[in-house]
């Protein structure tokens, strides 16, 4: 086997974590699997997410083959600059392009026309839920009395205080009309059939967790949902007045819960997650042993702050180094870390930026080392880059370039470090999503 560079083999992993991940080749053996008698008659495919374009598609092209008495329609909504390349001319589900991570106009109007398509099902209807990470505020419709200038500067709020993605949830799912299990419920209803099919961009990978869950029963209440607010004392935002006195309301029990495991709507719902973080890094694993690397898998579920986690990688590899003598070492991980951006600091960049940004700054004096942190949309957060590498010779080139690693920790601006540099990850637009991916490499050869 020709010895590739360890610049390739970060690049490669990736690519490796993606592959496994599209929808266009993991969902046609998930729809003979779930539906192995085929499907006739009435089926109404709704959902959201980053990559529920690419699921709406691979999902329409597998039943107009194999289902030729499926009656298949609906309406799904992604994030701008996320649909496929070449959809077919007369789509028979519809995609609507919306704002992420922040609600507006299109994804609401989007996410009210689903639930009147739901609100029309018929007695012995399938209803299929194709749900992907960023649902959460794709799928923006506001609880009756909670207008959409509210939900936004919720989502704001929320994100700017550094709250991790499963508090934020627990929030959405109860000022939500679709979400929290309440699609399903609404399709049950109406005496439909429900099955989610999902991919996660979560850790655990629990189907309430993943866009929060709109056909998934919720184990979180009301209370809950007060008490982040309250953790992070946005109850008192002048601008959340909306959003506190629905949870209120919840709390007092005039307002329904989201659905729970009791219900009777339940046996009709079905959840399938079939792409996950772990699948994706279990293939970069072995991507890597195949190249000669010893590989420790560090799971799918860190979180945390990025930096903190950064450190934390770091002095795993600096006590690692001194009890091992292997010569090529690759540290995986995924999950979904955390940035805090203090006020007045306007920031350039996601967590992934941050976290490799820090994890340099912490590893000064390891020799043949190199690492990638990108998301696996394709987009870490403000800007268009996936994430961003460093290699072995990327030190000198911050030494040439005069650049100082904590004034841009500080400012919260790990795009602008690696841009300098030229090396930040451009993918575009991936058309999956299973959270971040994470690889560090040890070249005792470099």
């Excluded at 018929?122 to 923006?140: E, H, T, W």
């Excluded at 699609?183 to 850790?203: H, K, N, P, W, Y």
């Excluded at 209370?223 to 959003?243: C, G, T």
Aim: proline letters at 4%.
């Amino acid at each position: 086997m020709n010895q590739i560079q360890p610049v390739q083999i970060l690049q490669l992993a990736f690519e490796k974590v993606l592959s496994i991940a599209d929808p266009q080749r993991s969902l046609p053996a998930v729809l003979a699997r779930v539906f192995p008698k085929g499907v006739e008659g009435r089926c109404l495919v709704v959902g959201g997410g980053k990559a529920s374009a690419s699921m709406a598609d691979a999902f329409e092209k597998y039943a107009d083959y194999h289902w030729p008495l499926a009656q298949v329609a609906g309406h799904i909504v992604t994030r701008y600059h996320h649909d496929i390349e070449k959809p077919a001319l007369n789509r028979k589900i519809k995609v609507t392009q919306a704002s992420h991570p922040f609600p507006d106009e299109a994804g609401f109007l989007a996410s009210k026309n689903i639930m009147q398509l739901v609100g029309q099902l018929q007695p012995g209807d399938l209803c299929v839920g194709l749900i992907s990470g960023g649902g959460s505020s794709l799928l923006a419709l506001p609880a009756d009395g909670i207008s959409l200038a509210s939900l936004t500067m919720l989502s704001k709020e929320l994100l700017k205080c550094g709250a991790p993605i499963e508090e934020i949830n627990i929030v959405r799912k109860h000022v939500s009309g679709i979400q929290g299990g309440r699609l399903a419920q609404l399709a049950v209803e109406r005496g439909a059939t429900v099955q989610a099919l999902i991919i996660s961009d979560v850790t655990g990978d629990q189907p309430s967790d993943i866009a929060s869950g709109p056909c998934a029963v919720d184990p979180s209440t009301f209370q809950d949902a007060m008490n982040v607010l309250e953790k992070y004392e946005l109850h008192l935002h002048p601008d959340l007045l909306e959003i506190t006195q629905h949870l209120q309301k919840g709390l007092l029990g005039n307002i329904a819960e989201t659905l729970k495991s009791t219900d009777w709507h339940c046996p009709n719902i079905h959840n399938e997650v079939f792409a996950t973080a772990q699948k994706s890094l279990e293939a970069a694993a072995e991507f890597c042993r195949m190249h000669g690397y010893e590989v420790h898998n560090l799971g799918d579920q860190i979180t945390g702050e990025s930096r903190i986690v950064a450190k934390q990688q770091a002095e795993l590899i600096r006590t690692y180094l001194h009890q091992s003598e292997a010569k090529k070492i690759a540290w995986i991980s995924g999950g979904e870390t955390t940035v805090t951006i203090p006020k007045g600091v306007h920031g350039r960049g996601g967590r992934c930026a941050e976290f490799l940004l820090a994890l340099l700054q912490a590893t000064h004096g390891i020799s043949g080392l190199s690492a990638l942190a990108a998301d696996t949309d394709g987009i870490d957060g403000s800007e268009s880059n996936a994430g961003a590498f460093f290699i072995p010779q990327t030190r000198k080139k911050v030494h040439d370039h005069s650049l100082d690693m904590m004034e841009y920790l500080e400012a919260h601006d790990a795009y602008g470090f690696f841009s300098t540099l030229d090396q930040l990850v451009m993918t575009g637009p991936t058309l999956t999503n299973v959270n971040d991916f994470r690889i560090i490499l040890i070249d005792r050869n470099e």
